[in-house]
Nanobody, 124 residues
């Protein structure tokens, strides 16, 4: 079992920045890919970014160049740096862990562990 706890969300003005964190505990060695998803009211959960155990990253086109995913293995923590935020980035952000042995993992069904989410609101 893997446990995930997000933090770092909040209210920020358009153009601002936030850094989300996800503390990972449990069967960490079973994880191959970690990712971030987001879900806005009335919308489906949307893939944002993933990072493999080897450090390879992938981003959704909507956040490429603005968001950066990273992981600190020594601290068992996943991060998502959000820059140049837009109102359409407003959503609950979730971190997720996958045991799937693939480089590109983007479907929610491929992630077996999820955090509880942290709210990001971009508004003036």
């Amino acid at each position: 079992q893997v446990q995930l706890v997000e933090s770092g969300g909040g209210l920020v003005q358009p153009g601002g920045s936030l850094r989300l964190s996800c503390a990972v505990s449990g069967s960490i060695n079973s994880i191959n890919v970690m990712g971030w998803y987001r879900q806005a009211p009335g919308n489906q959960r949307e893939w944002v970014a993933t990072i493999t155990s080897g450090g390879m990253t992938n981003y959704a086109d909507s956040v490429k160049g603005r968001f950066t995913i990273s992981r600190d293995n020594a601290k068992n923590t996943l991060y998502l740096q959000l820059n140049s935020l837009k109102p359409e980035d407003t959503a609950v952000y979730y971190c997720a862990a996958s045991k799937v042995a693939k480089v590109v993992v983007t479907r929610p069904s491929e992630f077996s562990s999820w955090g509880q989410g942290t709210q990001v609101t971009v508004s003036s």
